[in-house]
């Protein structure tokens, strides 16, 4: 089994910083190793989407709305994934969603909230 605990949501006034963090814990981790980690994001209304990934080597791909302004990265030895957002606006104002590649197979954490006050 799997568990992913999201911490580093909050409300933030435009213009701030936040930094997410995700931890991935579980037995499995003893046998394989996490592929790709990212943060998914879902605003009321919208479809989920992709703000930002990393992979086991470090390569990362962001959504086109965050670039320059996010940050991902990650510490395998930790199996944690991180999300340091600065110059935030009200338009990333989301549930953020933690989602890790396991041997194929996805998992996802249950979500942070946040807001950002114009």
């Known amino acids: 089994q799997v568990q992913l605990v999201e911490s580093g949501g909050g409300l933030v006034q435009a213009g701030g910083s936040l930094r997410l963090s995700c931890a991935a814990s579980?037995?499995?981790?003893?046998?394989?190793?996490?592929?790709?980690m990212g943060w998914f994001r879902q605003a009321p209304g919208k479809q989920r989407e992709l703000v930002a990934s990393?992979?086991?080597?470090?390569?990362?791909n962001y959504a086109d709305s965050v670039k320059g302004r996010f940050t991902i990265s990650r510490d395998n030895a930790q199996n944690t994934v991180y999300l340091q957002m600065n110059s935030l606006k009200p338009e990333d104002t989301a549930v953020y969603y933690c989602?890790?590649?396991?041997?194929?197979?996805?998992?996802w954490g249950q979500g942070t909230q946040v807001t950002v006050s114009s």
């Open positions: 990393i992979t086991r080597r470090g390569n990362t």
């Open positions: 989602g890790i590649r396991v041997a194929a197979r996805d998992y």
């Open positions: 579980g037995s499995i981790f003893s046998i394989v190793s996490i592929n790709d």
